[in-house]
């Protein structure tokens, strides 16, 4: 059976009028890299940082191990957090401020030695002990974050935005860096971010959370290719809209009308009432251009190209398909000579979008 | 005629200052402290040294000075005057005065300090100003205000005795207590600014993170924050200790003849006594003491100065 490291049930947070962290629940597996994802505001720090125990809830409950831990101080709490700016003491060495926890815990001292030694092998920072915070690049001080937090073997690593500071090529680095630390060390993470690139290439799973609500919990397959809403699918990578009519429905699949005379067809679970209004979304990966349209039962729309950006890996196509709808293609660039992109296709020509229906999706509003 | 030309063109000027002060590297510098230089060497060090010099003299018949080298007013100052030892007394009675002072001026000032810099930013402001705000009035009326507070039919003395509290007037003023009182209530404000400042300064993230790590509040207080605002606590105690060894003002109102402190000493040495080669030579031993403790006491601040 599987044990829950952390859960927050029904949790809300105030700060005077406003709420924060709305009615929110989460059940974090032991073991398990799960990250609270969001843009800036929408509540993942604050519920974070009740976890953590230096923010206590307006209503509902924090469970660390099965125990409640309303009015355990933080300082008492088997958690430990790796901060944004990694808040290292500067008046500490590395290996003093990796020993502090330890030291704080009353580990006899030459446990303390042989532990911190550890650590700091374990997080690549051999020779640095006696090196001073301000003398260490920013991976390196983030390193000695982790450092300082895992020595304590928590039951639960909290990391709010950790690689926020860092630079592209050595956040994408860290990333992989921490996952492979995580593995190793078998310790719960839970990890804050709003990059939703990091949170898909560490996490177990993903809450997406907005305006202090979560909107859905998955892997990042299930988040990013079944987002259960509009801010979701928006949220996380690119994505096309189009909004219609029901007008039919068969074999577990509506007919949508997106436009005068424009039908697509969506697969649909529950039963798809007719007449409905509904949104539908397709990422921009999913379709191809074609000259001639597909045999169904691809979706497929005739438009003309209004714009062309080549990006390197992939060439980015709009399309428009009707009057006031613009269907965004990405097209991966797989052959590489000059000039050859996958579609060769140039701005005002007259093209065929077309997309299998299994990769539309139908969302609630 | 360049002149003229430079007259007409600031701007040329000032390029051409900028020039001058870009110059060599001792050159610039030279050239942007002279002023202050300047200013120190015909207003404090030679008149340090004049001191100096007379303290080594002896007072002459008529008050003057008699430059006779000789080192009688050291002697004098650490040896005995009938039967006790005088100004060792009074010198020590004012280290340990302004000692006692600064001390309460940092237990008093600290937790003050630390709630003032934990404000919104706005109420921190309104706050630093309501500590500025004696500084608006003359410190010479606000110690007679104590006065007014403390003597026998003051306003203390007068309310007890109204109520029946008391049936003789409590001896509120004129002791040690009430120097030691006023000068706290003068120099706390010299306290609380410069720990305000580094307090201020300390990223509050740094507490939380010791707070995670598993310290509990005093845990956090000793290794985090008093190490990390040490420099607020050791300049705000000297702003503090300097001052307060050398006050004369509120000894002379607030201690009456009972507290005599250094600078009281001074004073009479100089204005009532007219012997003005020990007055000299009592300032000179005040000066190298509080030279040394600051000295010593900027060393245990550590490499954090």
Known sequence: METIAVEVRDVIKRFGNVIAVDRVSLRIRDGEFFSLLGPSGCGKTTTLRM??????????????????VAGVPAFERNTNMVFQNYALFPHMTVAQNVAFGLQMKRVPRAEIKQRVTGALEMARLPGMEDRRPSQLSGGQ???????????????????????????????????????????????????????????????????????GIVLQIGTPTQIYERPNCRFVADFIGETNFLEGQVIAQENGRVTVLIGPDLKIQVPVDAEGKADTQITVAIRPEKIRLLNEPPPPPANCLAGIIQEVVYIGTDTHFQVSVAEGIKIRVRQQNRISTPDQRAYSGDRGDQVYVAWAPESTLLLRE | MAIVEQERSPGRLASGLLRWFRGSGTGQVLGL?????????????????????????????????????????????FGKVGERYLYIRIFARSLGIALINTLLCLMMGYPLAYFIARQPTRRRNALLLLVMIPFWTNFLVRTYAWMVILRDTGVINNLFLTLGLIAQPLPLLYNQGAVILGLFYGYLPFMILPLYASIEKLDFSLVEAAQDLGANALRTFLRVVLPLTTPGIVAGSIIVFIPSIGAYVTPDLMGGAKVTMVGNLLQQQFLKVRDWPFGSAAGFILMLTVLAATLIYFRSGGETL
Do not use: C
Request: net charge negative.
């Open chain 1, 51 to 68: 976890i953590a125990g230096f923010e206590q809830p307006t209503e509902g409950e924090v469970f660390i191990a099965n125990r409640p």
């Open chain 1, 141 to 211: 001080q983030q390193r000695v974050a982790l450092a300082r937090a895992l020595v304590n073997r928590p039951a639960v690593l909290l990391l709010d935005e950790p690689l926020g500071a860092l630079d592209l090529k050595l956040r994408k680095e860290m990333q992989l860096e921490l996952k492979d630390l995580q593995d190793r060390v078998g310790i719960t993470f839970i990890y804050v971010t709003h990059d939703q690139e990091e949170a898909l290439t560490m996490s177990d799973r993903i809450a997406v959370m907005h305006e």
């Open chain 2, 33 to 77: 402290i002279s002023p202050a230089a300047l200013w120190l060497l015909i207003f404090f060090l030679i008149p340090l040294l004049m001191v100096l010099l007379v303290s080594f003299g002896e007072r002459g018949d008529a008050g003057q000075v008699v430059y006779s080298w000789t080192l009688k007013n050291y002697v004098r100052f």
